[in-house]
């Protein structure tokens, strides 16, 4: 990748690739101009050939340099996209083993790391990695593409067990956040000051686990975010407060987004939205089967006044 340039392509084949073996700052740096696919066997003359489902290709990049097993050694990010723009592709794996527990920027993004970075990312499995922020993937000042990916049993030991995003607005389509676990709020994902574009996606499973305040099982949206849903799914999350979805002085749009079986233990199963800067606008979304200990099982507004186009 070091000697890749301008227009360059990366066939990776099958198996477990290390950034290091020893380093934990070591990282698989993405490039601008430079392509990398993963989902090889060997024998491929196109990359048309190649298998670039990441659970049935076994192309795996991961952060476990160190004694096998043992996360305290591993890599602080599998893979940096900062500085990058959107010509340097990442494309065709799993995504595992980072763990983001240092200072500063050593803290956040366990499997991926951007700052000031637009990397295009497709077919990739986010798994199996931790952060103090952003387990899965943590985003500052960045807008990313990613189509067709997953972030599934990530860990943040603050927020944002599948993703982080800080200042910044990803565009994502198709893509899933399953059993990711946030200690603090943002399960799946956390947005503060972000206002990431969201298209047929998925939150299933996703937990905030702080027993008093932890918030948004699926997705907190935080100090003046502003994320657009599409066809979006959330189902089966839990938190204190907002066990699918909670906003907090942010304005979510959303539009054919579905609410079931997501549960708080406090207030708002579906979806709770606090201070009177909370502007929610849903149109043609539907709440169903969500669960609040206190009240608003489906929605719970404080100091909220939400636009229902319709439902």
Same mark, same amino acid.
């Given at each position: 990748m070091a000697l890749a340039g301008t227009g360059d392509e990366i066939w990776v084949a099958e198996g477990t690739h290390l950034p290091s073996d020893t380093d934990r700052t070591a990282t698989f740096q993405l490039v601008s101009g430079v392509a990398v696919?993963?989902? %090889?066997?060997?024998?491929?003359?196109?990359?048309?050939?190649?298998? $670039?489902?990441p659970a049935t290709s076994g192309t795996v990049l991961s952060g476990d340099i160190g004694t096998t097993g043992v996360d305290s050694d591993n890599s602080y990010h599998v893979v940096t996209g900062s500085g990058v723009n959107t010509s340097a592709v990442l494309d065709g794996f799993t995504i595992t083993g980072g763990y983001a527990n240092g200072t500063s920027s050593q803290g956040y993004g366990g499997g991926m790391y951007n700052s000031i970075g637009s990397p295009t990312l497709a077919n990739l499995s986010f798994s199996g990695n931790t952060a103090t922020y952003g387990g899965g993937?943590?985003? /500052?000042?960045? /807008? $990313?593409?990613? &189509? @067709?990916?997953?972030?599934s049993a990530n860990i943040a030991t603050s927020s944002g067990?599948?993703?982080? !995003?800080?200042? /910044?607005?990803?565009?994502?389509? @198709?893509? /899933? %956040?399953?059993?990711?676990?946030?200690?603090?709020?943002?399960?799946?994902?956390?947005?503060?000051? &972000?206002?990431? =574009?969201?298209?047929?996606?998925? %939150? &299933?499973? @996703?937990?905030?686990?702080?027993?008093?305040?932890?918030?948004?099982?699926?997705?907190?949206?935080?100090n003046s975010s502003s994320p657009t849903l599409t066809n979006c799914v959330f189902s089966g999350n839990s938190a204190v407060l907002?066990?699918?979805?909670?906003? #907090?002085?942010?304005? $979510?749009?959303? =539009?054919n987004v579905s609410f079931s079986g997501n549960i708080a233990t406090d207030?708002?199963?579906?979806?709770?939205? #606090?201070?009177?800067?909370?502007?929610?606008?849903?149109?043609?979304?539907?709440?169903?089967? !969500?669960? =609040?200990? !206190?009240?608003?099982?489906?929605?719970? @507004?404080?100091a909220s006044s939400p636009t229902p186009v319709s439902y």
């Open positions: 696919y993963g989902g %090889f066997e060997g024998w491929e003359a196109s990359r048309e050939q190649r298998n $670039p489902d993937m943590h985003n /500052s000042s960045s /807008s $990313p593409t990613l &189509s @067709n990916c997953s972030f067990g599948g993703m982080h !995003n800080s200042s /910044s607005s990803p565009t994502l389509t @198709n893509c /899933s %956040f399953s059993a990711n676990i946030a200690t603090s709020s943002g399960g799946g994902m956390f947005n503060d000051s &972000s206002s990431p =574009a969201l298209t047929t996606c998925s %939150f &299933s499973g @996703n937990t905030a686990t702080y027993a008093l305040f932890g918030s948004g099982g699926g997705m907190r949206n935080f907002g066990g699918g979805m909670e906003n #907090y002085v942010s304005s $979510p749009t959303l =539009a207030r708002g199963g579906g979806m709770r939205n #606090y201070a009177s800067t909370s502007s929610t606008t849903l149109t043609n979304c539907t709440f169903s089967g !969500n669960i =609040a200990t !206190n009240s608003g099982g489906g929605i719970h @507004n404080d």
